[in-house]
């Protein structure tokens, strides 16, 4: 479901359906994407196995990571936010019981229940800005000479206009971006989509029925805090986060996932050029400007990650081994990432002298970058966080 809604986001941002009339809907669609992550991650500690629980603590203590920047900056004992986040997280300080209860309720009916409004206000903008995003080009605009397409089939210019009727289904003030549109090359929501979206769900809830009749739930042995699992590893679409947070809790735990929300969020305000929506990375030069732009963030990442394997970061290096703590936090691999992926955004809106092209730009180096990050720690991570080639390689007991 996570990996379906990043795809989702992506066509939207690639397509340009951030854009005005649609400026809310991106920011509601945003808020799907982060209550989709936390269905996802309040349901991974249900099963209560061991890869459950400790995936869930490591969840956990990325909530408490504020406390690296308050203990850098000597106000945790008056406060200590990192605490609270963790407690108001799992009702206790560590993952227990109370945990277990507090994340079936927020499962089963907190989340949904958020859910579900989000995708009905998601789903009324959609209807509300005009529909699906497409050029202009697949729309024809009805004639405004309704007697002479009611007798003739055409405009005055010759251009055929469809004389099809419609059932109207209700009357509201003010106008929506179809008016004046012709309706050919579009699919009616009553009754065509709702078939259709009526048909795929029937379809996905019967394969999972099946799916559950006849293989088991993949669980582990039940959950035990005193058998610590090593490498114990976040979910998967955490991964990433996890690895930024080996280099510095607070930055990876909470400073950069906040500034790349920030900046995604801020984009349909940033990015106001007017253009012709629908159209995949804008034209020939987006698509230019984003097979760069993955060229960039892929040699920056994998060349940042070589480097840390092979010579470690600041306290690894005897000239900088008591460096402060607060520098390790602001200047460490996961910042060198955020700054040279936004360095690389505004030469790319210098040289086109577009804030979509700079647009195109970030957004892809942060996918790129989460991609090859969650790669890198499912694969190369093992135990104490160690780089390994491969699972086969890991120490034996």
């Known amino acids: 479901m996570v990996a379906c809604v990043i795809l989702h986001m992506a066509r939207a941002f690639y397509t ?13 669609g945003m808020g799907l994407f982060v209550i989709t992550l936390a269905l996802s991650f309040t349901g991974y500690l249900l099963p209560w196995d061991q890869l459950a629980f400790w995936a869930v603590t490591i969840g956990a203590n990325i909530a408490q990571s504020p406390q690296e920047l308050t203990d850098a900056i000597g106000i945790t004992e008056y406060f200590h936010i990192g605490r609270m986040q963790k407690e108001l997280l799992l009702g206790s300080h560590y993952v227990g019981q109370e945990a277990l209860i507090r994340f079936y309720v927020l499962h089963v009916i907190v989340l949904p229940v958020i859910t579900t409004v989000l995708i009905g206000v998601h789903f009324w903008r959609i209807r509300k800005d ?5 050029p202009k080009a697949a729309d024809d605009t009805a004639c405004a000479d309704a007697p002479a397409v009611a007798s003739t089939g055409s405009c005055g210019d010759g251009q055929a206009v469809s004389i099809k009727t419609y059932g109207l289904m209700g009357l509201m003030k003010g106008t929506t971006p179809q008016v004046n549109r012709e309706m050919k090359n579009t699919m009616p929501t009553w009754p065509g989509v709702l078939y259709v979206i009526t048909a795929a769900t029937m379809i996905t809830v019967f394969a999972m ?56 969020a801020l984009v349909p305000y940033l990015d106001r050029e007017p253009e012709d929506a629908g159209i995949w990375f804008s034209g020939p030069r987006g698509r230019r400007v ?27 290096w005897e000239a900088t081994a ?9 200047f460490n691999p996961g910042t060198v990432f955020v700054f040279m992926f936004a360095c690389w955004s505004v030469w790319v809106v210098k040289t086109t ?9 970030l957004f892809t ?32 007991h």
């Open 209 to 264: 029925l099946l799916l559950g009749a006849f293989f088991d739930a993949p669980l582990a042995e039940m959950a035990d805090a005193a058998v610590p699992e090593n490498p114990a590893k976040a979910p998967w679409y955490f991964l990433g986060l996890q690895e930024l947070v080996s280099y510095s809790a607070f930055m990876g735990g909470v400073g950069i996932p906040a500034i790349v929300v920030l900046a995604l």
């Open 290 to 316: 984003a097979l760069w732009s993955l060229l960039f963030s892929t040699a920056t990442v994998i060349g940042m990650l070589c480097f840390t394997v092979k010579f470690g970061w600041l306290r690894n």
């Open 322 to 330: 008591h460096v402060p703590q607060i520098v390790i936090t602001l």
């Open 353 to 361: 002298n577009s804030t979509r092209m700079g647009a195109i730009a």
């Open 130 to 134: 005009g529909g699906l995003t497409r």
């Open 365 to 396: 180096c942060f996918l790129v970058g989460f991609a090859i990050l969650t790669y890198f720690a499912t694969v190369h991570r093992g135990p104490n966080w160690e780089f390994y080639w491969s699972q086969a390689d890991w120490p034996t």
């Open 16 to 28: 340009s359906a951030y854009k005005h009339p649609r400026q809310f809907n991106w920011i509601v």
